[in-house]
T-cell receptor, first 116, second 109 residues
């Protein structure tokens, strides 16, 4: 089946620093990638949807300038948490959808971010 | 608004059967998904229903009734490793997933 990878799997950083998370589709071209955030014991919350080569569409309440998303190629999307604060500590999960299959999203393994 | 409801937590015994229900109200419908999520991990796909009826896949089955906005996930012959959260998600008319909060399933020996 299709594989989506994320890097890093876990990151600890100091407050005020920026963190970049990569999401790659390894064996298919992902025309659309999604970024989710999950706080403990809560459901996945969609942060933004990105289509290759265009600006990401952010969900209401998600700060565009804080969570920078770049989908520069059909196999790579990046999420940069700028000036991270402890409240940004969360589990960030990306998923990817191939252009030919609207119904299926393939999830990455997630990145656990801890901001001290 | 869009809404997915499922129980917060369920407990079952190893070897038994458990049914996790999900009701939904969404703008459009392009299928219902069940995912399993172990603590600290990303969700893994279990099943997809777009037509009414029962889909069976090994020990897991999923049922859908579109007219009732209702689905359930049935787990048979429960094993300790089935202890996890089970997430119900509906794909809306824009092909975006609307997620339920998940049901934490606790399996006891």
């Amino acid at each position: 089946g299709a594989v989506v990878s994320q890097h890093p799997s876990r990151v600890i950083c100091k407050s005020g620093t920026s963190v970049k998370i990569e999401c790659r589709s390894l064996d298919f071209q992902a025309t659309t990638m999604f970024w989710y955030r999950q706080f403990p014991k809560q459901s996945l919350m969609l942060m933004a949807t990105s289509n290759e080569g265009s600006k990401a569409t952010y969900e209401q309440g998600v700060e565009k300038d804080k969570f920078l998303i770049n989908h520069a190629s059909l196999t790579l999307s990046t999420l940069t948490v700028t000036s991270a604060h402890p409240e940004d500590s969360s589990f960030y999960i990306c998923s990817a959808r191939a252009g030919t299959d609207q119904e299926t999203q393939y999830f990455g393994p997630g990145t656990r971010l801890l901001v001290l | 608004g869009q809404n997915i409801d499922q129980p917060t937590e369920m407990t079952a015994t190893e070897g038994a059967i458990v049914q996790i229900n999900c009701t939904y109200q969404t703008s459009g419908f392009n299928g219902l998904f069940w995912y399993q999520q172990h603590a600290g991990e990303a969700p893994t796909f279990l099943s997809y229903n777009v037509l009414d009826g029962l889909e069976e896949k090994g020990r897991f089955s999923s049922f859908l009734s579109r007219s009732k906005g209702y689905s359930y996930l049935l787990l048979k012959e429960l094993q300790m490793k089935d202890s996890a959260s089970y997430l119900c998600a509906v794909m809306d008319s824009n092909y975006q997933l609307i997620w339920g909060a998940g049901t934490k399933l606790i399996i006891k020996p």
